[in-house]
């Protein structure tokens, strides 16, 4: 049994290509970004919301790995793809040698961060939770014609920055955006991603910590 971490997953072809796939897929479908950009900050943003709460070193790095490979099921379908990403996920750290107790995090998370069936069942979904609906940033717009632009795209187009900040001893995690309104009101924020914000509070509930919106330094949630 092997110790895997988001570097072996970096190297393997296999994950290479279904993320790859996934995001040129997606993008033909009119979504945003769902590739390596987006795999490696989900990864890392994962990993630190439990380091900075002082989880084990070996949870975090699980986290992390969870984060990179959980949305590697949009290569099959949008549809149910933490489902469909699970059994894909299971199938690579299998092959890479991990043990079936770390399997078991990593598979249960992927397979419980989308807002339409998901729950924080353990630290590493709750999370993967955090990290993944975090990442809202102009940078994830495929779409290069602004006239066409629809919501997603405004919202993250209008989003010049967004990160995780977490506070170990007031128990506090929020999410901070910078948002240009001249592209798109903080409304429309909240017209498409209300229900990842409530997903957000329960996976901070989860690890004891309250969760806060802040958009423009106005706290919202």
């Given at each position: 049994?092997?110790?895997?971490?988001?570097?072996?997953?970096?190297?393997?072809?296999?994950?290479?290509?279904?993320?790859?796939?996934?995001?040129?897929?997606?993008?033909?479908?009119?979504?945003?970004?769902?590739?390596?950009?987006?795999?490696?900050?989900?990864?890392?943003r994962a990993y630190h919301v439990l380091e900075d709460l002082g989880y084990e070193e070996r949870e975090c790095q699980l986290?992390?790995?969870?984060?990179?490979?959980?949305?590697?099921?949009?290569?099959?379908?949008?549809?149910?793809?933490?489902?469909?990403?699970?059994?894909?996920?299971?199938?690579?750290?299998?092959?890479?040698?991990?043990?079936?107790?770390?399997?078991?995090?990593?598979?249960?998370?992927?397979?419980?961060?989308?807002?339409?069936?998901?729950?924080?069942?353990?630290?590493?979904?709750a999370a993967l939770i955090l990290a993944d609906k975090s990442d809202v940033h102009r940078s994830r717009v495929t779409n290069k014609d602004f006239a066409t632009f629809?919501?997603?795209?405004?919202?993250?187009?209008?989003?010049?920055?967004?990160?995780?900040?977490?506070?170990?001893?007031?128990?506090?995690?929020?999410?901070?955006?910078?948002?240009?309104?001249?592209?798109?009101?903080?409304?429309?924020?909240?017209?498409?991603?209300?229900?990842?914000?409530?997903?957000?509070?329960?996976?901070?509930?989860?690890?004891?910590?309250?969760?806060?919106?802040?958009?423009?330094?106005?706290?919202?949630?």
């Amino acid at each position: 049994m092997s110790k895997i971490t988001v570097e072996d997953l970096k190297k393997d072809h296999e994950i290479s290509v279904y993320l790859a796939c996934s995001t040129e897929y997606l993008g033909r479908l009119g979504f945003t970004e769902h590739g390596k950009r987006h795999a490696s900050i989900i990864s890392d943003r994962a990993y630190h919301v439990l380091e900075d709460l002082g989880y084990e070193e070996r949870e975090c790095q699980l986290a992390a790995v969870a984060g990179y490979i959980h949305d590697i099921g949009n290569m099959i379908n949008r549809y149910n793809h933490g489902g469909t990403g699970a059994v894909m996920a299971y199938n690579v750290v299998s092959r890479l040698g991990m043990p079936p107790e770390e399997i078991a995090l990593v598979i249960s998370a992927i397979g419980n961060h989308e807002e339409e069936r998901g729950n924080a069942i353990n630290p590493v979904a709750a999370a993967l939770i955090l990290a993944d609906k975090s990442d809202v940033h102009r940078s994830r717009v495929t779409n290069k014609d602004f006239a066409t632009f629809e919501i997603h795209d405004r919202v993250n187009y209008a989003a010049n920055s967004s990160k995780l900040v977490v506070d170990k001893h007031l128990r506090r995690i929020a999410l901070e955006i910078v948002i240009d309104t001249n592209i798109c009101p903080v409304m429309e924020y909240f017209e498409i991603f209300l229900a990842r914000m409530i997903m957000c509070r329960r996976a901070a509930d989860f690890l004891n910590c309250q969760f806060s919106l802040v958009i423009n330094n106005n706290q919202l949630l």
